[in-house]
């Protein structure tokens, strides 16, 4: 069975409509890693009679226990995350 054949227009609204979507998927998945992050860290707190192992929790700690970089809440595009 052959593909249909797209308009330029309809083809342009394919590629953003699936652009729209990967990042949605990658957005909900960053979402994800972070409030598990956070999970965690509060997890380290209450097993630690209220002091984090290390010191302060900073943004930059529950970025790296999510397993991203710093710049991730620079994005000047990025929507709200928690």
């Avoid at 052959?2 to 309809?10: D, T, Y």
């Avoid at 998927?25 to 009679?49: D, H, L, P, T």
Wanted: charged share 30%.
């Amino acid at each position: 069975m052959k593909r249909p054949v797209l308009s330029r227009a309809e083809n342009r609204q394919r590629i953003a409509a699936e652009g729209s979507n990967a990042a949605r998927r990658k957005f909900r998945a960053s979402r994800e890693a972070i409030e598990n992050a956070m999970e965690r860290i509060e997890r380290a707190v209450e097993a630690n009679g209220g002091g984090y192992p290390g010191g302060r929790v900073s943004i930059a700690q529950v970025l790296r226990q999510a397993g991203k970089s710093e710049a991730y809440l620079r994005k000047t595009d990025q929507p709200s995350v928690i």
